[in-house]
């Protein structure tokens, strides 16, 4: 029993190999894709102006070159379509990110939503939807809703 705690407590703090970190960043891209695409999709299309805008911060945040961009977007639809919903993303994001980040990560999802200049009902549900998931503060939430509104 002694045995396999010291395993189960060593192996949580070994350093993640390289192809380890690799692997991880990648399913990271591919949580904060499937994220973006749920947003843009909350209202059962994906509009021109957001897929542009879904390409435009995943090249920013990830620096990524156009194929590989092109190439994420459809392993996260593939991803997406064989999933349950986005819990699974979210609870990985909320592992791997900081704080900063995840505000980051819904200020995106803000631009996303936002970049076809509407606000549907169904987008909304599903910010707050990952507001909930992404254990974020509601009054940021709105502070970086108005942020992203007021630059459109």
């Known amino acids: 029993m002694l045995e396999r705690f010291r395993k189960v407590f060593n192996k949580n703090f070994e350093p993640l190999s390289y192809e380890e970190k690799l692997d991880q960043e990648r399913k990271l891209e591919i949580a ?11 209202d059962s299309k994906l509009s021109k102006e957001e897929l542009q805008k879904i390409i435009e911060l995943l090249k920013e945040k990830f620096q990524l070159t156009d194929s590989s961009v092109n190439e994420l977007i459809e392993t996260s639809k593939t991803e997406r379509e064989g999933s349950r ?25 803000w631009k996303v939503i936002y970049s076809d200049k509407s606000l549907d009902e169904f987008e909304n ?27 459109i």
């Open 32 to 42: 904060t894709c499937v994220i973006l695409l749920e947003a843009a999709t909350g």
């Open 85 to 109: 919903g986005v819990w699974s993303y979210t609870h990985l994001i909320n592992e791997d990110f900081t704080i900063e980040e995840k505000y980051e990560l819904m200020e995106m999802i």
């Open 125 to 151: 549900y599903i910010a707050h939807e990952l507001l909930n998931l992404l254990n974020l503060d509601h009054n940021k939430f709105i502070e970086l809703k108005l942020k992203v509104k007021n630059s």
